[in-house]
C-alpha cells in the first residue's frame, strides 16, 4: 500500500513537471515569433525587411568639372541603400571636362546603383549670343526647364516614390539628408545650405510678379534663431519632392503653369506651378545639411567659379566647427571633403607665392586645428610650413628667467585690466623665435598664419595682386597685416597708389602678415623680451600707433613701417561666444608678479612637431597659435580682447 502511494505521488510530480515544462516553452515560442496581423497570418513585414523609397537624384551638368569630384563624392557617401537609388544626369555645352568626368563617374561608379541614365552632348560650344559660361541667357534657361521637366517625367514612369533635384555645385555633408528629409513627411522640402553669406537655398518672401520680397524670416531661420521645419514660397537648388502624393502630378518645371507671366527662371516656375497645385513648399533647418556656391555673374569666367568652389571647400571644414549644437552633423568627423571613389582627382601643385618662406603656426595639442589649416593651404596651392608654438601651459620660471623675460613695468592689459597671461607669454615667444629664423636665415620676405585663420574668397589671386603691385611701384615695407581686428571705425589713411593697403590705426590680432628681414630685425633690437607686453599690442607700439603713451619711452625708436591690405583678406574661424570658440591667449593662467606658472617643472620645448631645426639657442620649437594656448584659467572673460 505504501508503495502503491509512493508511485501515486512520484506521478503526479512528474505530471506537473511536464505541464510546467510545456507551459514554459510555448511561452518562449510564442515570445520568439511575430505577432499575428488581424486576419490571424503571421505579418509580412515581422518576416522581411521592408524596403526604404525608391530615389531618382536628378543632376544637370554644365561647366562643373571643379566640383564633380566632390559633389558626387557626397552622393556616395549618402546613408542611404544604393540598390534604391538611379541616378539621372544630362550635361551639354561644356567648354571644360565636366563631360569626360561625368563619363569616367558613370563607367566607374554605375553599378553600385540601381541605375544610372546618361546622356551627353558632347559638343564643347556655350549658347548662341550669350556673355560666356556664367551668363544665363533665355535659351539656356529653356533648355534646363525642359531637362528638368524630362527628369521628372522619367521619375513618374519608373515609379520612383520620390525625386531629388540637386545642382551640381551643392555639397550634402550631411549623411543622414535622404533620411532626415523623408522623415518630415512634406512633398516638395529642401534642406537649408549655407554659403557664408547671406544666400541659401530658399526664399521667405515672393510678390505676386515672382520677385524676390524682403522679411524678417529670412535671417532669422538661415542663422539658426529659428529651428524647425517652416512653410515657404520657393525652394531651389536641392529639393526633394515626395512623388506618392497624388497632388504632384500636376508638378511641371515646364512648361509653366496656366496664366504664368513671370520671370522665365525654372526655380519660380516651378514654385508657381507647386502653388497652381495647392502644395506648399518647405524649408528645414533642424540639421546641418552642407553647403551651397553662390551665383555668378554674366561677367564671370569659370576660374571665379572655380575659385568660389574652392571657397566654399574650405567653408565646409570651418563649419563643420562652428556646428557642434546641431543634431547629427555634430557628430560627423573627417578630411575637408569626401572625393568620389570614382573620378581620379590629380594633385595639386602649390608654391610659395613669392615669398622665401610661409610659416603656419600650431600649438602640438591642437591637432584639429592643423590638419583643417594644412587642407586649406593645400587647396590654395600654398607651400607653408608648420612650426610647433611655444605652449603657455608648460613655461616656468627658470625658463622665463633664461630669456631675461620682464614684465613691461605696471602693465595692465588696456580692456581686461590685467596682467599678461601665460598664453600671451608662449603667443609673444612664437612670434619672437619666427622673427629669429628670419634674420637667421635672411629670409628678404615672409608670410605668416594662425592656425585660426578663415580665408576670404580669391585669397590667393588677390594677394598676388597685391604683392605684383607692390614690386611694381618699388613699395617700401617692412609689415603688413592680411588679418587683424580694428578697434576704430574712422577711416584709415591709404597708401598712396594703391586702393588696397592702409596705413593701419591701433589694432589687435596677428591671425596673418607679411614681415621683411628688415621688420623683422627691427622687432628684435627692441629687446621687447625685457620689457614684454602682447604680441598684438607690441606690433602697433611698433608702428607709433598705439594709444598708451606712457609706453612709448621703452620703446625707441618706433618707426616700424606698417601697413594693412583693405579690404582684409583672413578672419578668425570663430568670434567669442559661438559654438567650439577656444581662446589658448586671453583663457590662460596670468602672471601674478611675473612668477606663477601652471606645471613649474614642465619643459616648453618638449614634444614633437613638424620643423626638424632648432630656433636659435634656446631649443624651442618656432611656431603659434593665438587661439590655442592655455586652458581656463583665472582670466576674467567679462572685458577680454577678443570681446571687442
Known sequence: MERNTLAWQRLQSFICIFILSCTFFRVVYSYLQPPLGPDGVISDKQTDNELLPSVLVAVIVRNKAHALPWFFGQIENLSYPKNRIAIWIRTDHNVDNSTEILQEWVTRGKHVYHSVDFEADYRRAGYQGEKGPCDWSKDRFTRLMKLRQEALDKARDSWADYALFIDADNILENPETLNLLMSRERTIISPMLNSSSYYSNYWCGMDEEGFYKRTPEYLKILHWQKRGTFPVPMVHSTILVNLRMSKTQQLAFYPPPPGYHGPWDDIIVFAFAAKHAGIQMYIDNWDYYGMITSPMGSHNTLIDEADTFTFLKLETMVWKHRTGDLQHFAKMEGPLLKESEYIYVPPKTSDKM????????????????????????????????????????????????????????????????????????????????????????????????????????????????????????????????????????????????????????????????????????????????????????????????????????????????????????????HYTGESNYISDTEDSTQIEGGSETEQPNADPSSGSGSQNQQSSEHSLKIAFDKNSMGEHGNLDPARSKEEL
Not at 615669398?355 to 587647396?379: A, C, G, Q, T, W
Not at 580692456?415 to 629664423?437: A, K, V
Not at 605684383?468 to 580694428?486: A, D, F, H, S, T
Open 354 to 573: 613669392g615669398f622665401d618662406k610661409i610659416y603656419m603656426i600650431n600649438l602640438v595639442r591642437r591637432p584639429e586645428r592643423r590638419k583643417r589649416m594644412m587642407e586649406s593651404l593645400y587647396e590654395l596651392g600654398i607651400d607653408a610650413q608648420i612650426f610647433d608654438a611655444v605652449d603657455g601651459k608648460r613655461l616656468n620660471d627658470s625658463y622665463l628667467q633664461s630669456l631675461g623675460i620682464k614684465m613691461l613695468p605696471n602693465f595692465l592689459d588696456p580692456y581686461g585690466n590685467r596682467p599678461l597671461t601665460m598664453g600671451e607669454i608662449g603667443c609673444f615667444l612664437s612670434h619672437y623665435f619666427i622673427w629669429q629664423d628670419i634674420v637667421k636665415n635672411k629670409y628678404k620676405e615672409t608670410l605668416l598664419f594662425e592656425d585660426d585663420v578663415r580665408f576670404e574668397p580669391y585669397f590667393k589671386r588677390k594677394l598676388n595682386i597685391i604683392t605684383r603691385n607692390m614690386v611694381q611701384q618699388n613699395l617700401k615695407w617692412e609689415l603688413i597685416y592680411l588679418g587683424r581686428k580694428l578697434l576704430r571705425t574712422d577711416k584709415e589713411p591709404s597708401v598712396p597708389g594703391f586702393d588696397d593697403l592702409v596705413y593701419p590705426y591701433y589694432s589687435y590680432w596677428t591671425l596673418s602678415y607679411m614681415i621683411t628681414y628688415e621688420g623683422a630685425k627691427k622687432l628684435l633690437d627692441m629687446n621687447p623680451l625685457s620689457k614684454l607686453v602682447p604680441v598684438d599690442e607690441y606690433l602697433p607700439i611698433m608702428f607709433n600707433k598705439h594709444p598708451e603713451k606712457s609706453w612709448w619711452e621703452h620703446f625707441e625708436p618706433r618707426n616700424l613701417i606698417a601697413m594693412s591690405v583693405s579690404p582684409l583678406l583672413v578672419f578668425p574661424t
